[in-house]
């Protein structure tokens, strides 16, 4: 069966591959806007996150898909948010364990804690740092579909799969009739 398909694509004209190339590069383009327009919809710049480690557990676990939005209304203590600690890159999901309102300046400081860790997350901020602030926070959990991230998880742990998995997605819309 591979033979064959090998066997049609040598056969394509320049024509063909063109087009079937063109076809990669539109689907490819679709993804990225429905990922700019949710974005834009959600208000956040990462829309949709993956559930790296166990520290939410039993809330959430490895692997689950979190849907996020960034809305203007203030964050509240039990809220579970995605934040970004600078000069690092990746997001943490944890909860809103307490805030502090400061009048003079209208910020607020925010302390988070994963579910299942023992102490609070001072010890993952910047060194110095006490508290996050709402330009750290990426967006608040909206909602989550369950270990649909492994896909994501098994890609970072093992590269080669990634490459695989776009080198077969490549030549299986390459070689696709329709």
């Keep these: 069966m591979?033979?064959?398909?090998?066997?049609?694509?040598?056969?394509?004209?320049?024509?063909q591959l063109a087009m079937q190339i063109l076809n990669f590069v539109m689907i490819i383009s679709s993804a990225l806007m429905v990922w700019k327009g949710l974005a834009l919809y959600t208000n956040s710049?990462?829309?949709?996150?993956?559930?790296?480690?166990?520290?939410?557990e039993p809330a959430f676990y490895r692997g689950?898909?979190?849907?996020?939005?960034?809305?203007?209304?203030?964050?509240?203590?039990?809220?579970?948010?995605?934040?970004?600690?600078?000069?690092?890159?990746?997001?943490?999901?944890?909860?809103?364990?307490?805030?502090?309102?400061?009048?003079?300046?209208?910020k607020q400081f925010i302390l988070?804690?994963?579910?299942?860790?023992?102490?609070?997350?001072?010890?993952?901020?910047?060194?110095?740092?006490?508290?996050?602030?709402?330009?750290?926070?990426?967006?608040?959990?909206?909602?989550f579909l369950p270990h649909v991230g492994m896909v994501t998880i098994l890609m970072n742990d093992y590269p080669q799969l990634k490459w695989i998995l776009i080198g077969g997605l490549g030549l299986w819309v390459l070689v696709n009739r329709e």
Aim: zero cysteines; proline letters at 6%; charged letters at 30%.
């Design 45 to 56: 710049e990462s829309p949709i996150v993956v559930v790296l480690s166990g520290s939410m």
């Design 2 to 15: 591979f033979e064959e398909e090998l066997s049609f694509l040598r056969r394509m004209t320049k024509r």
């Design 112 to 143: 988070t804690k994963g579910d299942n860790n023992q102490v609070d997350d001072r010890g993952l901020y910047n060194p110095g740092q006490l508290w996050i602030h709402k330009e750290d926070i990426v967006g608040k959990v909206r909602g």
């Design 64 to 106: 689950d898909l979190l849907f996020l939005g960034m809305p203007n209304e203030p964050v509240h203590v039990g809220d579970i948010v995605v934040f970004k600690i600078p000069g690092r890159d990746v997001p943490i999901v944890h909860r809103v364990i307490k805030l502090h309102d400061e009048r003079e300046t209208g």
